[in-house]
C-alpha cells in the first residue's frame, strides 16, 4: 500500500503521525473520559494548517489535494478520533460549501479565520424529526427586508459546542416542499443563536455534539450560500466529499486498533506461548489488516477521483459504507483479542470500538449508502 | 550579523534492517537527531537573518529528508549524490560534506546532529570540522552570540561546559536542547511545489574517486546480524530472608548494585 503513495504523501503521514503521537496521544484517552475539547492542542492544529487542508493558501489554507487530505485525518483519527471527527467535519461540512456554493466576498468574510483554525465551523442538517430524510427538516428563515428570520432546531451538531460560523440547512419556502430548502450561514453571538447541552455519547466524547437552536434569529440576507431552493444540492455536494473525510476516519480507527491487537497478541501468553501464536488469533489479525488495506484503498481511489475531476459519488459512497463497517469490525475482533482486558478502559481497544461505531451511522448511515450505491449501479449496468 | 549556517542531515532507515541495508522510499526518513539541528538553526535564522542550506548526502531516496527540512523552512537543500559514493564509511562521507562546504563557501556555521537513528557512529560532524580545520563543540545546548563569536554550552552527562568559539564553527547539536517544529502542511505543499533542491555529483564536487565509497573508506562492514538477547527466569528457594540475601548477592555480582 505504502509504494502506492508519493514521496509527499509519506513526508505528509510521518509529520502529521509525529505531531498526533507527541501531543495528542497521551491525553487522547483523558478528553475522551472527561469529555473535554482540547483547545491547548487544537490551537497547535490551527497553525500547522489543519483546518484548512484543502483551502487554496491566498485564503490561508494549506492548498492540498483530497489524498493528502484523507492522510490528515487517517492519522489525527488513528489517535483520537474525536478530533479527527472535528477536522473533517470543520473542513469538508463547514469550509467546502462556502468555498464551493459562496461568492467571493462570503468566502473573504468565513474561510480565512476558518483555515487557521481561530474560528470552527458546524454543519447544521440534521433535526429532531429530520435524519435521513433531509427533505423532511422544519428549520425556517422568513425574509423580512435585508434579513432572513430564522427559526431552527438542529441536533447532534458536530462541533456544536464551540463552533462559531454555522453552515444551517432552513426552509425560505415553506410551501415549495424539497425546492424550499436553502442554506444560511448564521454566526454564533448572533441574538437568537442559542447553543444547547453537549450530549453525553457513546464515542467521539471530545468532540462537543450539541444542539444549536436560532429564536426568531435575524440573519443578513448576505449570509445566503447559492440561491434561495438550492440548499439540497449544496447538502448532497458538502455530503459526498464529507463522506471522504468520514472513511478516512474509520480507516484511522481501524488501523489503530488493529496495531494495539498485534502488540497485545504479541505480549500476551496464554498455554506457555504468545497467543500471537495461536492459529485463531492469527485468522482475526490477518482479517483485519485485509480489511484495513481494502477500506484504505477504496478512500484513497474515491479522493484520487475527486482530485482528479471525476464523478466520485458511488465511489465515496462504497469507501464510507466499507470503512464504516471495517472499523466497527476490526474494533470488534481487537476487543476480541483483548479478551477481557479489551473490555475494560484500561485499554485504548475499548474507546475504539466506542467510536468506531458511529461511523456507519452519521454522514448517512450504512442503510441510505446501499441506497446511494444500489441507484449508481442500477443506472450504470442498465 | 546574518549567518549562513549549513545543516548535514542523513536520511536514516527507519526499520531495523537483517543481513543487508535495503534503501526503499517506505522505510527512510529524516534522522531524528537531525532535527534539533535544523530548529537551531532556523531559531538563529528568525533571530537574525541569514540563510539556511541543508546538505545531505545519500541516493535518490534520500531526497525525503531534504523534502521534510525545507517543509520546516530551510532556504536551500543539496542532495549530494553518486552512484560511487555509495559504500562510503564516516571518513568518505566527511570528505563528500567537506567539497559540498567548500563549494558553498561562506559558511559562518556548520552543524550536526550528535549522532544518527540507524548507525549511531556520531562521526561525521567531528571528521568534518576536523578536515575543515573549523573549531569544534559536540552536544551544543545552548548558544549566545557575542562579539568575538558564540558562547556555547555543551551538555556531557551530568555537566554543562561552557566554551567561547570563534567563527565559522562546527557544532553537534544536543538532542534536548530545542523542540523540533513541524511542518506545517502549507510548508509542506511548498516543499513539493517548488521541488528545487540541487544535486551534485563527484564531478561537481571535484573529487576523486579515491576519496569516496568504498576506496575512500579505511573501515569496511563486513557483517550485520542481529544481538539476540538470551533471557532466562530463575526461581530463588529458601525463607524469605534468604531469598532477599540470595538475590542481594546474585545482584552485587552481577555488579548492578553496590
Redesign the interface.
Known sequence: M??LYS??N???R??VR??CEREIMPIAKDIDQEARFPWEVVEKMG????FG?QVP?KLS????DSV?YTI?IEEISRVCAGLGLCVTVHNSMAIYPIMGFGTGEQKQKWVPSLARGEKIGAFCLTEPNAGSDATAIEATAIRNGDHYVVNANKVFVTNGGVADICIIFVRTDPDAGRKGTSVIVAERGTPGFVVGDIEDLSGMRSNPVSSIRLYDCKVPVENLLGREGSGLKIGLQALDVGRIGIGAQAVGIAQAALEEAVKYANQRRQFGVPIAKHQAIQMMIADMATQVDSARLMVTRAAYLKDHGKPFTKATAMAKLHAGEVSSQVADMAVQIHGGYGYSKSYPVERYYRDARVTRIYEGTAEIHRMVIAREVLNEYK | MSFHIVVCIKSVITEAPDKRVIRT??KC?MNPFDRPALETALGIKEKTGGTVTALSMGPAVA??AL??AM?MGIDRGVLLSDPCFAGSDTLATSNVLVAAIKKLAPCDLILFGTRTSDSDTGQVGPQTSVQLGLPLVTCAHSIEYTDSGLLVERRADDFLEKFQVSLPAVLTIHPSSVQPR?????G??T??EKKEFETWDMAALDLSSDQVGDPGSPTKVLSMKRVKRDRKCEFVDGSAGEQVDALVNRLLEAGLIG
Open positions: 505504502d509504494t514521496e509527499k509519506r513526508v505528509l510521518r509529520s509525529s505531531f497553525k500547522l494548517g489543519y487542508i493558501k489554507g494549506a492548498g492540498m493528502n490528515v | 522510499p517506505e526518513g531526497a525525503s523534502y521534510e517543509s513541524d511542518a506545517s502542511l502549507s509542506i505543499e516543499a513539493f
